[in-house]
């Protein structure tokens, strides 16, 4: 996926080019951006012709905040809670973990949609800098 890679790739160079992401936090912001899209592939324009998604990056001091906007199904992206581990691992179930990844790393997930398509923003407080 040509788009998964892209916005990998944004993520990471925004985050070398921000002064006090750590490396965690970018990887967390990636497979967050990586999980939401999958499922908007996946789920979203399932019976569809593929559309588009359109990532806003907005990074602060005190926060990163991003934005995934698709023109697909809406899903709305409750908490699901810790995937059945057990079940997952007989059935040979390989789904169901990337809503649950997105959650336990972002502090807030807020979704809305309307005419202008469905988004899906999630965001990730950044600790206070010390001034020298």
């Known amino acids: 996926m040509a788009t998964i890679i892209a916005f990998r790739a944004l993520i990471?160079?925004?985050c070398r080019e921000q002064p006090g992401i750590d490396p965690d936090t970018?990887?967390?912001?990636k497979l967050a951006v990586e999980e939401a899209c999958t499922?908007?592939?996946?789920?979203?324009?399932?019976?569809?012709?593929?559309?588009s998604i359109v990532l806003c990056l907005e990074l602060e001091p005190h926060q990163i905040r991003v934005?995934?906007?698709d023109f697909g199904h809406a899903f709305e992206p409750y908490d699901p809670g810790l995937p059945d581990l057990e079940a997952s691992l007989?059935?040979?179930?390989?789904?169901?973990?990337?809503?649950?990844?997105?959650y336990q790393?972002?502090?807030?997930?807020?979704?809305?949609?309307?005419?202008?398509?469905?988004?899906l923003t999630f965001v990730r407080r950044l600790p206070a800098r010390q001034e020298p």
Request: glycine share 16%; hydrophobic share 30%; charged share 20%.
């Open 12 to 14: 990471d160079r925004a």
């Open 26 to 29: 970018c990887y967390d912001l």
């Open 39 to 51: 499922n908007v592939v996946t789920h979203g324009y399932a019976g569809m012709n593929p559309g």
């Open 67 to 69: 934005t995934l906007t």
């Open 90 to 102: 007989d059935e040979g179930l390989s789904h169901g973990f990337g809503l649950h990844l997105i």
């Open 105 to 119: 790393t972002m502090d807030e997930i807020h979704y809305e949609t309307g005419e202008a398509g469905n988004h």
